[in-house]
């Protein structure tokens, strides 16, 4: 059983930058596919960054792509996601995910099936 726990979430103006972590035990980062989530009031869960192939490979949404960066610590168990330029279309509740038993292509969003509690991102313009 996967236990994946978020930190790093907050309040920022637009421009500005966050870093938000993933803790995970049960699994090792590095072996299976990680990625983040993020989910607006009023609107689905939305994949938008995928680490995999121990972390050779990553995948953006577009909407993120350019701006965030996905990566690893395989020493700490650990994922993270940087934002930067944030736009206040980017609040919303942040979550980590992995798909277990995931090497090769992690890209597809639909197939992650542990989950994280989630930490809010709060953008102001």
């Known amino acids: 059983q996967a236990q994946l726990v978020e930190s790093g979430g907050g309040s920022v103006q637009a421009g500005g930058s966050l870093r938000l972590s993933c803790a995970a035990s049960?699994?090792?980062?590095?072996?299976?596919?990680m990625a983040w989530f993020r989910q607006a009031p009023g609107k689905g869960r939305e994949g938008i960054a995928a680490?995999?192939?121990?972390?050779?490979?990553?995948h953006y949404a577009d909407s993120v792509e350019g701006r965030f960066t996905i990566s690893h610590d395989n020493a700490k168990n650990t994922v993270y996601l940087q934002m930067n330029s944030l736009i206040p279309e980017d609040t919303a509740m942040y979550y980590c995910?992995?798909?277990?038993?995931?090497?090769?292509?992690?890209?597809?969003?639909?197939?992650?099936?542990?989950w994280g509690q989630g930490t809010q991102v709060t953008v102001s313009s």
């Open positions: 995910a992995l798909r277990a038993g995931c090497w090769w292509d992690g890209s597809r969003f639909e197939e992650y099936n542990y």
């Open positions: 049960g699994y090792t980062v590095s072996s299976n596919c």
């Open positions: 680490i995999y192939r121990s972390g050779r490979a990553t």
